[in-house]
């Protein structure tokens, strides 16, 4: 069985831009997450989506956003980037929510410069 | 407030050694709480798991018991390898959380051979 898959794997942008990250849960999962991890941080929520709809969202600026697609496919979107953007953005995948173990991608490494 | 504290790293130990990780949350209710291990350049990992007071999650000779008297979730291992090198991460989730899993800081453990 295939894991989550994020891409792409690295990313470099620069101040102002936006980008578009994008996750692919393990099949048959419905749930999507996503996380910021920062050395400073740590690990921050973002957001989860089920079935095409956000149920919960983290303490992030507007310019985070996201979407589920029918497939249960994830993208997350950053737009007017700024320097503190750069992260590690992992996306997880779980069955329904609830207390089900969350299955993590290998992340998108972005750096804004 | 809701949150999960982890002992500092880096622990630093020699093969064979014993591992103990301290973990303890604050919540109101009953979360399920998580052991995640990160390698290099990956992502998170499920350890283990425990949904209700008195759990014990193991893996992979790895164990944790879920402590509601003290609220702690400490990671123990009898005897640690160099491949047991990694960062591992506390988590919690909240009931009815739906997958906005809150977690530790993170502790890095180095096996020495």
């Known amino acids: 069985k295939a894991g989550v898959t994020q891409t792409p794997r690295y990313l470099i942008k620069t101040r102002g831009q936006q980008v578009t990250l994008s996750c692919s849960p393990i099949s048959g999962h419905r749930s999507v997450s996503w996380y910021q991890q920062t050395p400073g941080q740590g690990l921050q929520f973002l957001f989860e989506y089920f079935s095409e709809t956000q149920r919960n969202k983290g303490n992030f600026p507007g310019r985070f956003s996201g979407r589920q697609f029918s497939n249960s496919r994830s993208e997350m979107n950053v737009s007017t980037l700024e320097l503190g953007d750069s992260a590690l953005y992992l996306c997880?995948?779980?069955?329904?929510?609830?207390?089900?173990?969350?299955?993590f991608g290998n992340g998108t490494r972005l750096t804004v410069t | 407030g809701n949150s999960v504290t982890q002992m500092e790293g880096p622990v630093t130990l020699s093969e064979e050694a014993f591992l103990t990780i301290n973990c303890t949350y604050t919540a109101t209710g009953y979360p399920s709480l998580f052991w995640y291990v990160q390698y290099p350049g990956e992502g998170l990992q499920l350890l283990l798991k425990?949904?209700?007071?008195?759990d014990k999650g193991s893996n992979k000779g790895f164990e944790a018991t879920y402590r509601k008297e003290t609220t702690s979730f400490h990671l123990e291992k009898g005897s640690v390898q160099v491949s047991d090198s990694a960062v591992y991460f506390c988590a919690r989730l909240l009931e009815g959380g739906y997958q906005k899993v809150t977690f530790g800081t993170g502790t890095k453990l180095q096996v020495i051979p």
């Open positions: 425990a949904t209700k007071a008195d």
């Open positions: 997880a995948s779980s069955l329904s929510g609830g207390n089900s173990p969350l299955h």
